[in-house]
């Protein structure tokens, strides 16, 4: 009668542990693991392609400095916004708290916008444009600035699968198992960015 018991009492121990495993399984938990490692590699390449525009923005300065009369506020702005930039304190809990990550790309886009009016105010300065080292800083920066647009989108779509699968059932309850929640992501910071521009002929 024993072995009978001991039998049953391993089997129901086996049941127990296959039920477990089939509900961690079933809830998305190994899915939470797998989305929140895509967003972590997706944001590693988007601080890269950030870094990489502010590693260039110290020579493009100093090649700028060297065209006579080139205006000095446009100057001083790019410099103010890389300098702001460089006091972030930007580590993984960016993309886990929405405001740390709004400061992140509100001065990410402060810095965008003060070289897109360096390089609106260069076209002035045609013996500027003529230099070698402002020319290769010039499709370096561009170059740049198309793979940053591209670890965006990359990012995004990677906070959107996980956010999907923290929200949605029964993948949420693996979510929560983990502390895991909602991710914030990259918005449009031009005002009216969210229309359509109307174009008349």
Known sequence: MSAISNVLSRFRALLLLAL????????????????????????AEVQNQYQRRADLVPNLVKTVKGAANFEQETLQKVVEAR?????????????????????????QGELSSALSRLMVVAERYPELKATEAFRDLQVQLEGTENRIAVARNRYIEAVSA????????????????????????FEATTKGAD???????
Request: proline share 4%; aromatic share 8%; with cysteine.
């Open 162 to 185: 996980y956010n999907q699968v923290v929200l949605k059932f029964p993948t949420s309850i693996g979510a929560k198992i983990r502390g895991m929640s909602v991710r914030p992501t």
């Open 20 to 43: 477990v495993a089939g509900s961690v399984s079933g809830c998305g938990y190994n899915e939470v693991i797998t989305q929140d490692e895509g967003v972590k590699a997706a944001w």
């Open 83 to 107: 300098a702001k930039v460089g006091q972030m304190n930007v580590d993984a809990s960016v993309i886990d708290n929405a405001e740390k990550f709004k400061a992140f790309q509100a001065a």
């Open 195 to 201: 229309k359509a521009p109307e174009v008349e002929f």
